[in-house]
């Protein structure tokens, strides 16, 4: 089992380019969920997908966008990337409230 | 808005030392997790916690959960190198779970 999965590792864009974020489970998990971390702020839920074809805002949605693809898939897609999404962010997926979280993306923005 | 904090923020001892760091919430708890995530790794769940006054155990880790449910406790026996980290408390919440902003720990050897 791969667990969950995260393409790409590390990701350096140009402000207002855009790019998705991929995740996969093997897990047979029906949540999944986006994270992003930043330094001294933990971890900080961006959007959720409960079972597929569900889809809901966390604590901090503005600038993105998810598509549950499949049970498996969930992206993240930043339209117009901006200096401040500059962060780490984690993928995970989830059977109740036990969460299993993907290696990360570093994304920079300049 | 519920506020986590954790303590200390930053932690840094010597192999073979006890440690205790701490997460306390404005607000009760739903239920407690505790994470622990190496550098460059997602975050791994060490524990839930569930019921006020609760103790769990895990090799050299003790986990408290006070009686009240909104504060807890990771205490750490003879670290070791291996326990570096960023230790991490979450509240399970209604549907998702809220971090703490964590505590960083080295263990010098």
């Known amino acids: 089992n791969a667990g969950v999965t995260q393409t790409p590792k590390f990701q350096v864009l140009k402000t207002g380019q855009s790019m998705t974020l991929q995740c996969a489970q093997d897990m047979n998990h029906n949540s999944m969920y986006w994270y992003r971390q930043d330094p001294g702020m933990g971890l900080r839920l961006i959007y959720y997908?409960?079972?597929?074809?569900?889809?809901d805002k966390g604590e901090v949605p503005n600038g993105y966008n998810v598509s549950r693809l499949n049970k498996r898939e969930f992206s993240l897609r930043l339209e117009s990337a901006a200096p401040s999404q500059t962060s780490v962010y984690f993928c995970?997926?989830?059977?109740?409230?036990?969460?299993?979280f993907g290696p990360g993306t570093r994304l920079t923005v300049t | 808005t519920q506020l986590l904090e954790q303590s200390p923020q930053f932690l840094s001892i010597q192999e073979g030392e006890n440690l205790t760091v701490y997460c306390n919430s404005s607000?009760?708890?739903?239920?407690l997790q505790w994470y622990r995530q190496e550098p460059g790794e997602g975050p791994v769940l060490l524990v839930t916690v569930v019921t006020g006054g609760e103790v769990k155990k895990l090799k050299r880790l003790t986990f408290q959960f006070g009686d009240a449910r909104k504060d807890s406790s990771l205490h750490i026996t003879a670290a070791q190198p291996g326990d570096t980290g960023l230790y991490l408390c979450?509240?399970?919440?209604?549907?998702?779970?809220?971090f703490g902003t964590g505590t960083r720990l080295t263990v010098i050897p």
């Open positions: 997908s409960a079972s597929e074809g569900t889809t």
């Open positions: 979450a509240d399970t919440g209604a549907n998702n779970l809220f």
């Open positions: 995970a997926s989830g059977l109740d409230y036990e969460q299993y």
């Open positions: 607000s009760v708890f739903s239920s």
